[in-house]
């Protein structure tokens, strides 16, 4: 409901209608779009068994990782660290990080501040620039 002249203060969104996104091998759900706050973004990321997401950075977003299923390897420049299920990861910028999935693959929760996408204040260390999250039919992600 809005009321004339006020903002909403909340939104509900169901698991359903998300936007389903594929972006450098893992599959993805963005929790929030930028019609709903530029102050930060989330994103559900899935990776399969052995997965990875290759070591990238950000030179204004802190980025905290919630690890919900699974385990892996974060990589933060030179060093690695374990993940398991209910770990959680703070990451300053610039830090160069990447994750790799065990065998059981990992799903986590990526919640940035502020908002970032592969446009916006996302660099990749190899130097190349993704390309954009792409959005995936229902039948490619069963």
């Known amino acids: 409901m809005r009321m004339a002249g006020r903002k909403k203060i909340f939104r509900l969104k169901s698991w359903r209608?998300?936007?389903?996104?594929?972006?450098?091998?893992a599959r993805m759900r963005a929790f929030l779009d930028p019609r709903d706050t530029g102050a930060l973004c989330a994103?559900?990321?899935?990776?399969a068994s052995r997965g990875s997401i290759p070591q990238a950075y950000h030179q204004k977003a802190v980025e905290l990782i919630w690890i919900i299923k699974g385990s892996g390897v974060a990589r933060m420049g030179r060093r690695s660290v374990r993940l398991m299920k209910g770990d959680s990861l703070l990451i300053h910028p610039p830090t160069p990080h990447g994750f790799v999935a065990g065998r059981s693959g990992?799903?986590?929760l990526a919640v940035l501040?502020?908002?970032?996408?592969?446009q916006t204040d996302y660099y990749s260390c190899s130097g190349h620039r993704h390309a954009?999250?792409?959005?995936l039919s229902d039948r490619s992600l069963k």
Do not use: C, N
């Open 17 to 25: 209608k998300l936007p389903r996104l594929a972006f450098i091998g």
């Open 43 to 47: 994103y559900h990321i899935a990776l």
């Open 106 to 108: 990992m799903t986590f």
């Open 113 to 118: 501040s502020p908002r970032v996408d592969s």
């Open 132 to 135: 954009p999250p792409r959005a």
